[in-house]
């Protein structure tokens, strides 16, 4: 399961929480490979994100980025705290 799944639609940036980005992917081609629309509730919005609706269809261009759950501490010793990039990278 990834922490956060971002899609990209229409220009502007909706979020699902606490989803699996593959199954969100399967859901979007098994609704496009069919032919018909669907509709895909995400949230709107920063801070108190407001529910929204996007409309899944073939042809309408859409982008669907995983976030993953981090594997472990993203500071301390190992990290340069600049770019969040251990420092042997």
């Known amino acids: 399961m990834t922490k ?30 069919s032919g018909t629309a669907m509709w895909l509730e995400v949230n709107s919005g920063e801070g108190g994100p407001q529910r929204a609706d996007v409309l899944i269809a073939p042809g309408v261009p859409v982008v669907v980025l995983g976030i993953d759950e ?6 301390g010793p190992g990290w340069n705290g600049v770019d969040g990039a251990p420092d042997d990278l």
């Open 4 to 33: 956060q799944v971002e899609i990209l639609y229409g220009g502007e940036r909706f979020t699902l929480a606490r989803t699996d980005s593959g199954q969100v992917r399967q859901d979007i081609l098994a609704a496009v490979s």
């Open 70 to 75: 981090p594997d472990g501490p993203s500071e």
